[in-house]
């Protein structure tokens, strides 16, 4: 099947700093998607994102289908962006189901 | 805004009884979705569900996990006989359509933790 990972696994940040968030995937997809999980467990989605680049207020996110990745940027970070980013792909097989990578740990210090 | 929700938040079940998880998924939504992510691990598919059917199910989906959409709103993962090894958060999600070339956003709702004692 498809192999999705995210670097770096672990990320500890100042509040303020920048950051850019990778993911890479083995496979043609027909979708991407990038999720914050919050410390209560939550999946909040940030962006569908299947090709181009998107923004939203601190937050873009680029991916590159035909190269097989995509990025996820934060800007001026805050203690509020702690968490686990997920990207999380759709094969392009004629299921939906998504493949979710293994997570990038953010952690934004005061 | 619309949104997915699941009852309850939280189960505690002791191994071998029945549970049922709840979502509503988005009004207007077609597929509907359950994931689980055990605890410091990442999200996995378990069961996709399309027009009153199943359309794929992962190897986690074996016979002692079923769906089913009740009624027009409501769609439900039961567990037959729990296990210790079923403790996770599970989510339910949805999406609108099968939108090709492109898949569809998928929606996810705030979870259901499992504690199986």
């Known amino acids: 099947g498809i192999q999705v990972e995210q670097s770096p696994p672990d990320l500890i940040l100042q509040e303020g700093a920048n950051s850019t968030l990778r993911c890479n995937f083995s496979?043609?997809?027909?979708?991407l998607q990038w999720f914050h999980q919050n410390p209560w467990g939550q999946l909040i989605n940030l962006f569908y994102?299947?090709?181009g680049t998107k923004q939203n207020g601190r937050l873009s996110a680029t991916t590159v289908a035909t190269e097989r990745y995509s990025l996820l940027y934060i800007s001026s970070s805050q203690t509020t962006d702690s968490g686990v980013y997920f990207c999380?792909?759709?094969?392009?097989?004629?299921?939906?189901?998504?493949?979710f990578g293994t997570g990038t740990r953010l952690l934004v210090s005061p | 805004e619309p949104e997915v929700t699941q009852t309850p938040s939280h189960q505690v079940t002791q191994m071998g009884q029945e549970v049922i998880l709840r979502c509503v998924p988005i009004?207007?939504?077609?597929?509907f979705y359950w994931y689980r992510q055990i605890l410091g691990q990442k999200v996995e598919f378990l069961v996709s569900f399309y027009n009153n059917e199943i359309s794929e199910k992962s190897e986690i989906f074996d016979d002692q996990f079923s769906v089913e959409r009740p009624d027009g709103s409501n769609f439900t993962l039961k567990i037959r006989s729990t296990k210790l090894e079923d403790s996770a958060m599970y989510f339910c999600?949805?999406?609108?359509?099968?939108?090709?070339?492109?898949?569809?956003?998928?929606?996810f709702g705030p979870g259901t933790r499992l504690t199986v004692l």
């Open positions: 496979d043609s997809v027909n979708n």
């Open positions: 999380a792909v759709e094969m392009n097989t004629g299921f939906q189901k998504l493949v």
């Open positions: 999600a949805s999406s609108e359509r099968v939108g090709r070339p492109r898949g569809d956003e998928q929606f």
């Open positions: 994102i299947p090709s």
């Open positions: 009004s207007n939504h077609l597929y």
